[in-house]
T-cell receptor
């Protein structure tokens, strides 16, 4: 099925460990996004990539890095995980057609726990 | 500082009745608004949107109303169905690249 695929779905890390969340979309979208969802906070933008080869910071970029590997793939890396990064992470991509140009399509999420 | 606010964390409605979910925003530069629906263990899915040049948009059972002077929008679901039970997020956009989300309202439709 067409859409946004995230891996892994669940991950437990110890403080200081590193890991990469993977995201791929098969809808030929130009723009891709990483959000985190925390209780009482809604979804907050970490980083986005408006097109292949570009990345920009969102509201809460500290502690994260991203790579737009190609048009399909956008990864999120935690170099040294902290308990404050315990969250559910969502990858999204933005529709191209004019009728739905502002609509983001989300993946199912990756639940990360940092002990 | 939360630019998009959903002040009701939860709402319960009888099946067949109207559900009204509310959202307030503070940034007058927002020019596009969306509602997303989220089931447990799934990502948010797009429901309906409205541009700031309109005050109403309707799609089947779902209608979004925008009051720019009050910086307020609402989502009406009529009639409500048990399958509508989910968390609803309001989101607002200014420019091309960031959606600002509210904290969500959990809707429970009672059969």
């Amino acid at each position: 099925n067409a859409g946004v695929t995230q891996t892994p779905k669940f991950q437990v890390l110890k403080t200081g460990q590193s890991m990469t969340l993977q995201c791929a979309q098969d809808m030929n979208h130009n723009s891709m996004y990483w959000y985190r969802q925390d209780p009482g906070m809604g979804l907050r933008l970490i980083y986005y990539s408006a097109s292949e080869g570009t990345t920009d910071k969102g509201e809460v970029p500290n502690g994260y890095n991203v790579s737009r590997l190609n048009k399909r793939e956008f990864s999120l890396r935690l170099e040294s995980a902290a308990p404050s990064q315990t969250s559910v992470y969502f990858c999204a991509s933005k529709n191209r057609d004019l009728l739905r140009a502002n609509v983001l399509t989300f993946g199912a999420g990756s639940r990360l726990t940092v002990l | 500082d939360q630019q998009v606010k959903q002040n009701s964390p939860s709402l319960s409605v009888q099946e067949g009745r109207i559900s009204i979910l509310n959202c307030d925003y503070t940034n007058s530069m927002f020019d596009y608004f969306l509602w997303y629906k989220k089931y447990p263990a799934e990502g948010p899915t797009f429901l309906i949107s409205i541009s700031s040049i309109k005050d109403k948009n309707e799609d089947g059972r779902f209608t979004v109303f925008l009051n720019k002077s009050a910086k307020h929008l609402s989502l009406h679901i009529v009639p409500s169905q048990p399958g509508d039970s989910a968390v609803y997020f309001c989101a607002a956009m200014s420019g091309a690249n960031n959606l600002f989300f509210g904290t969500g309202t959990r809707l429970t439709v009672i059969p």
